[in-house]
Structure formats: structure tokens, C-alpha cells
């Protein structure tokens, strides 16, 4: 599998992203958000964690006019997967990828903890590794995590079945405690908790490695 992993200033875990996707058995490239294209024949795009242009504006709303979100609006068109993590996940609301929106937490402070969540759906490449209705352990670290959905939209997440993850127990003030939501196609997931940060048993528990391995073995598998 061939992966790119953004980077845009102020992105603080995209080398942890690469470590995770190298160890699950991908290729992974580095791509500078100035850059305009994506390497030839990339399957997965993450874009990872941090505090891109220093969180001004809102969270991820600079960095998605950086000239290759069009990229990566283009690849997730055609069909690619693309995985957004923290900040990651606030850019691809921002470009319009995924629906609703980040806002400050409810308690108004950074949550930086490892938390209990529940996978809601292994119907997608990134959650086929779990089981539904299970437990990880993941951890998060966030002040804009708080997801936003009006009713409708909240309800019609239920009704796809797109809600991938919930915090077991209220975080950040998110509605019905979304902490991880689908694309209509089922390739595009965006998520607040980091799964490359449990991808070893130093790091305190390897849940988040289901889901890199099932993603190569999805793009190996096409
Ligand atoms: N770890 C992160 O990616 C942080 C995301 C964002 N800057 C926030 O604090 O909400």
C-alpha cells in the first residue's frame, strides 16, 4: 500500500503517522501541504495530528486552502481512502469531506488522557480490524474536539451507520459522543482520538494497530 501523510506547519504527529503506517507494511511518502499533487498511485492520505497554522481562525480552517487539499479532495472524489486524525479530522470538515464541525470543548480546557471508545461499525476499511460493540483504549489531546451536528445530520450518521467511534463516557461535550465519523462512501474517516499513538506496547497499549493493518490489507486486496 502506498501512502502520503500532509504536512502542514505546526503538524506534530506525522511522524508518528508514518511509523504506524510503516509498521502495518506501507510505503509512505511525506508530502508538503504547498505541494500540488499527490505521489503516483497513493491508495490512503492521513492527515495527522497537531496545530497546524497554530490553530488560528479555527482549527484546520487555514490549512485546508493549502494547495493540496484540492489533492486530497480529488483523491477522496475518486474514491481513495483518506484518514484524518485530530487536527487531521478538523481539515477535512473544513474542506467539506466529512460533515459537521470541531468546536472548543465543553469544559473548555485540553483533554490529554487515554480514553475508552467504542467501535460503532466494522463496516469500513478502517474498522473491519474490531468488533462492534467493543472497547480500545486510545488516547486523545484536544481542545477542539467538541463534534457538532445539527438533529438531521446526526441523525442521518445513525441511520448510514457512519458513526465509527464513541467515547464510552462524555469528553468534550460532542453530540451523542461522536468521536469518529464516516464519509457517505465509507472511505473517509475522520476521527479525534489517535490510534498512531498506541501502536506499541511502550506506548502503553497497541489498539490502534487493527486498523493500519486492515487498511493495507484493504488496498493490497483491490
Ligand atoms: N492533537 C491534535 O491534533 C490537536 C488538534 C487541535 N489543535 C486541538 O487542540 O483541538
Redesign the pocket.
Known sequence: MRAAVIVFPGS??DRDMKVALEQAGADVHMVWHKDADLPEGVDLVAVP???SFG?YLR?GAIAAQSPICQAVVRHAEAGGYVLG????F?VLTETGLLPGA?MRNSGLK?VSKTIDLKVETENSAFTIGYRAGGALRIPV?????NYVADASLAARLVDEDRVAFRYSAPLNGSVDNIAGVLSENRRVLGMMP?PERAIDALHGGTDGQAMFRALVEATVAA
Open positions: 506534530n504527529c495530528g497537531g496545530f490553530d482549527c486524525v485530530c487536527n487531521g478538523q470541531l485540553f489531546a484536544h481542545h477542539d474536539g489517535h
